[in-house]
């Protein structure tokens, strides 16, 4: 059993992410579902595996609207503790919400 690293409640989240990961070539980006976050970090199911310690930028669909009209994402920074063949948990060191029209990755 792994020891648990994690000092904010785990929430279960569904929802589409992209990710790109930065300081490698050739650039990786894929995308994938998560599956819970925290109000410190992300785990995400992953197209392959990513190198622990790589900087990353995971954008999620959000499940709320703007003024009830505009589809939001959460677009957050951060770096990859773990990955396997199928999935990876990201550190959060920053984020913010944009429109879903809004460039991104």
Do not use: C
């Amino acid at each position: 059993m792994r020891d648990e690293r994690r000092s904010g409640r785990r929430y279960a989240i569904d929802r589409q992410v992209r990710y790109q990961i930065r300081g490698v070539r050739p650039a990786l980006a894929g995308s994938g579902r998560s599956l819970n976050m925290s109000s410190g970090g992300v785990l995400f199911t992953t197209e392959h595996p990513l190198e622990s310690g790589k900087l990353a930028v995971i954008e999620i669909n959000w499940p709320v609207l703007l003024d009830h009209a505009k589809p939001l994402k959460l677009v957050t920074r951060g770096h990859i503790v773990w990955s396997d063949s199928a999935m990876a948990a990201m550190r959060i060191d920053a984020w913010e919400f944009r429109t879903q029209g809004s460039a991104g990755l």
